[in-house]
């Protein structure tokens, strides 16, 4: 099975800042990855697609960039609605797929 | 896009089972393959199962292989989760979540949850 490792597993931040988030498959996946965004007792919800496809009404300060092994989510500059956990998933794995642990990103 | 909503948690014993059900709405259901996601208290995501948009082929996490199954109705618009053999590490918030895929390059990715339903084992 594919496993998605994330780095760091928490990290605190300030308003305007620049956050850069890490994904690692244990395998070649291509660019076959997806990003979520998770508040507290919500459901997660799709910010990118396939590596750095932008979901549609997702603002443009997130984009996600990488292939192969290692994934990128960043926040360009960090708003107060922006405070969740973040979890990739990888979609290469047809109908089998894998979640990271997610990393918290926390109000410094 | 589309709805999901998810029903039929509870709180039951080790060993006990339970049906979960997820009516969809505003998208052509049987288009599209579907998905059990879990989340323990206070942990991360788990994809439990998946089925394709027929409902011929299903898929399962190891953690769930032989207690759980996945089946859809096409002409209810709902997808279930029969559970069996409950465990305390069953414990979670059971979302359902709608494959979308881009058909170039075969990307599927989950662009509709619902708002999960609660499932409690203990003694």
């Known amino acids: 099975d594919i496993q998605m490792t994330q780095s760091p597993s928490s990290l605190s931040a300030s308003e305007g800042d620049r956050v850069t988030l890490t994904c690692r498959a244990s395998?070649?996946?291509?660019?076959?990855i997806n990003w979520y965004q998770q508040k507290p007792g919500r459901a997660p919800k799709l910010l990118i697609y396939?590596?750095?496809s932008l979901q549609s009404g997702v603002p443009s300060r997130f984009s996600g960039s990488g292939s192969g092994t290692d994934f990128t989510l960043t926040i360009s500059s960090l708003q107060p609605e922006d405070f969740a956990t973040y979890f990739c998933?990888?979609?290469?794995?047809?109908?089998?797929?894998?979640f990271g642990q997610g990393t918290k990103v926390e109000i410094k | 896009e589309g709805q999901l909503v998810e029903s039929g948690g509870g709180l039951l014993q080790p060993g006990g089972s339970l049906r979960l059900s997820c009516a969809a709405s505003?998208?052509?259901?049987?288009?599209?393959?579907m998905d059990w996601v879990r989340q323990a208290p206070g942990k991360g995501l788990e994809w439990v199962s998946a089925?394709?948009?027929?409902?011929?082929?299903?898929y399962y996490a190891d953690s769930v292989k032989g207690r759980f199954t996945i089946s859809r109705d096409n002409s209810k618009n709902t997808l279930y989760l029969q559970m069996n053999s409950l465990r305390a590490e069953d414990t979670a918030v059971y979302f359902c979540?709608?494959?979308?895929?881009?058909?170039?390059?075969?990307?599927?990715?989950?662009?509709?949850w619902g708002k999960g339903t609660t499932v409690t084992v203990s003694s």
């Open positions: 979540a709608k494959d979308d895929i881009v058909v170039v390059g075969y990307y599927y990715y989950m662009g509709v």
């Open positions: 505003g998208f052509a259901f049987s288009s599209y393959a």
């Open positions: 089925i394709n948009g027929r409902g011929d082929t299903t």
């Open positions: 395998q070649n996946i291509g660019r076959y």
């Open positions: 396939a590596a750095s």
């Open positions: 998933q990888q979609s290469y794995s047809t109908l089998k797929w894998t």
